[in-house]
C-alpha cells in the first residue's frame, strides 16, 4: 500500500538520550517534512527537505536535525531529548512544492514522550 | 505575525448542516488547504481553495474570500464517523504552510 511508514508509533525516552525517527516513502515524492503536534496548536514545521540531498529549518527546529540521503527516507533525531519534546511527530511528503494543489500526505505518526 | 483562527469545539446532531470558520492573517496567500484528522490518526487532505467562490465535493464544500481573509468548509447530511478534527491551513508568499490549531466536531445521535 503506497504511503508514508513511521517508526516507532510510541515511545517513552530519558532526558538526555538520542533518538532517530524513521520515515520512509514509497511514493516517489520529492518533497518531505516534519511536523509536531501539540494540544492548542496548530501543527508546526520543524524542518523539510525540498528534493533528495536539501534539507531546510522550519518554524521550530531546534534541538532537531535531518538528513534526506534519498528520495524514500527522512529521518528526524532528537540529540539530547528534552521535556519539552514531548510531542506527536508526524512526518509528510508532497509530490511538488510551491503553488498549487500542493497536498500533503502524512503518515500515522510517532508519540513521543520525554521524561 | 501569521495567524489562523478557528472555533476550537463544535457540536452538531446527526443529519443536520455545519459550517465550520476559519479566519487568516499571513504574508501572502497561495491557497487554503482543509484537513480532516480522526483521533490519533494523521490529518487526510480535504479541500483546496486558490480563487474566491464555493469548491463543492459530495457532502462536503469550502469556501473563500480573499479579501476577507475568510473561509469555511461546510459538512452537510452529518454521519457519526464526521467527528472529526478540522485543520485550516494557508500557504503563505514563502510557500509554507500556517496550520490552525484545528476544530474539534463532536457529533451526536
Known amino acids: 500500500i503506497a504511503g508514508i511508514t513511521q517508526a516507532p508509533t510510541s515511545q517513552i525516552l530519558a532526558a538526555g538520550r538520542r533518538m532517530t525517527l524513521r520515515c520512509t516513502q514509497d511514493?516517489?515524492?520529492?518533497?518531505m517534512y516534519w511536523y509536531r503536534q501539540d494540544l492548542g496548536l496548530g501543527l508546526r514545521l520543524i524542518h523539510y527537505?525540498?528534493?533528495?540531498?536539501?534539507?531546510g529549518k522550519g518554524e521550530v527546529p531546534d534541538g532537531y536535525s535531518v538528513s534526506r540521503a534519498n528520495t524514500d527516507d527522512f529521518p528526524l533525531t532528537l540529540a539530547s531529548a528534552v521535556p519539552s519534546q514531548t510531542s506527536v511527530y508526524f512526518c509528510?511528503?508532497?509530490?511538488?512544492?510551491?503553488?498549487?494543489?500542493?497536498?500533503?500526505?502524512f503518515g500515522a505518526g510517532s508519540r513521543l514522550t520525554v521524561l | 505575525g501569521q495567524n489562523i483562527d478557528q472555533p476550537t469545539e463544535m457540536t452538531a446532531t446527526e443529519g443536520a448542516i455545519v459550517q465550520i470558520n476559519c479566519t487568516y492573517q499571513?504574508?501572502?496567500?497561495?491557497?487554503l488547504f482543509w484537513y480532516q484528522q480522526h483521533a490519533g490518526e494523521a490529518p487526510t487532505f480535504l479541500s483546496y481553495?486558490?480563487l474566491d467562490g464555493l469548491e463543492e465535493k459530495g457532502r462536503f464544500s469550502s469556501f473563500l474570500s480573499r479579501s476577507k481573509g475568510y473561509s469555511y468548509l461546510l459538512l452537510k447530511e452529518l454521519q457519526m464517523k464526521d467527528s472529526a478534527s478540522y485543520l485550516c491551513?494557508?500557504?503563505?508568499?514563502?510557500?509554507?504552510?500556517?496550520w490552525g490549531a484545528g476544530t474539534k466536531l463532536i457529533i451526536k445521535p
Open positions: 509528510a511528503s508532497s509530490a511538488s512544492t510551491g503553488a498549487g494543489a500542493n497536498v500533503l500526505t
Open positions: 511514493m516517489r515524492h520529492n518533497a
Open positions: 527537505s525540498n528534493t533528495a540531498g536539501t534539507t
Open positions: 499571513t504574508s501572502g496567500f497561495n491557497g
Open positions: 481553495n486558490v
Open positions: 491551513a494557508v500557504m503563505d508568499s514563502n510557500y509554507q504552510l500556517i
